[in-house]
């Protein structure tokens, strides 16, 4: 299995600027979770999936940022318009039943708004 | 909130040493996880605990639970160079929203 599937890697943009992260998760996983990774705050949770339906989105900091799940086997995240305080790296998860149960990480998105 | 702390913030040991790392957290929960993270990499999942069980084993990794101390314990034995890499606990909180709830970590330098 490939794992946890992210793009880009990298992403270098200027404030104001649109930002979208993609994730394709492990075959087979119902649960899809983004996080947020920064030294000061650590790694926060800004939205779950299950079923591709989003049930907790209490971790989105605010209206600029969006998640959308389409399919089982592909979900983004989405910045409009971003800010140098996004700054960070971006995890996706996903798992066999929710919070629970062993997530399975992404390599990241490592994220700079200038 | 039931977020977990990791102690210490940094650890740096030789290699063939145990390393130990603590976490506590603030409400009842249902599981425990241990994760580990590499520099630049995601975290990779170490193991679960429930809340029922009081002690796991996964090869050189030991975790221990106290429910009534609110309090998780990682024991890496023998560690190697390899080990070197961010430790974090994840608490999910039980009759709660349950989500997953990650600590600031413990980053561990095993020296060769």
């Known amino acids: 299995d490939a794992g946890v599937i992210q793009s880009p890697r990298h992403e270098v943009t200027e404030m104001g600027q649109e930002v979208t992260l993609r994730c394709k998760p492990i075959?087979?996983?119902?649960?899809l979770f983004w996080y947020r990774q920064t030294m000061m705050r650590g790694l926060e949770l800004l939205i779950y999936?299950?079923?591709?339906?989003?049930?907790?989105d209490s971790g989105m900091p605010e209206d600029r940022f969006s998640a959308k799940m389409p399919n089982a086997s592909f979900s983004t995240l989405k910045i409009q318009p971003s800010e140098p305080r996004d700054s960070a790296v971006y995890f996706c998860a996903s798992s066999h039943g929710g919070y629970q149960e062993t997530q399975y990480f992404g390599p990241g998105t490592r994220l700079l708004v200038l | 909130s039931q977020q977990g702390e990791e102690d210490p913030q940094a650890l740096s040991i030789q290699e063939g040493e145990n390393a130990t790392m603590n976490c506590s957290y603030k409400?009842?929960?249902?599981?425990l996880q241990w994760y580990r993270q590499n520099s630049g990499r995601g975290l990779v999942h170490l193991i679960l605990i429930r809340s029922n069980e009081r002690e796991k084993h996964s090869g050189r990794l030991r975790v221990t639970l106290d429910t009534s101390k609110k309090s998780s314990s990682l024991l890496i034995t023998a560690s190697r160079a390899a080990d070197t890499a961010s430790y974090f606990c994840a608490t999910d909180a039980r009759g709660g929203s349950e989500k997953l709830v990650f600590g600031k970590g413990t980053k561990l330098t095993v020296n060769p």
């Open positions: 075959s087979g996983h119902n649960s």
């Open positions: 409400t009842s929960i249902n599981n």
């Open positions: 999936f299950n079923n591709n339906v989003p049930i907790d």
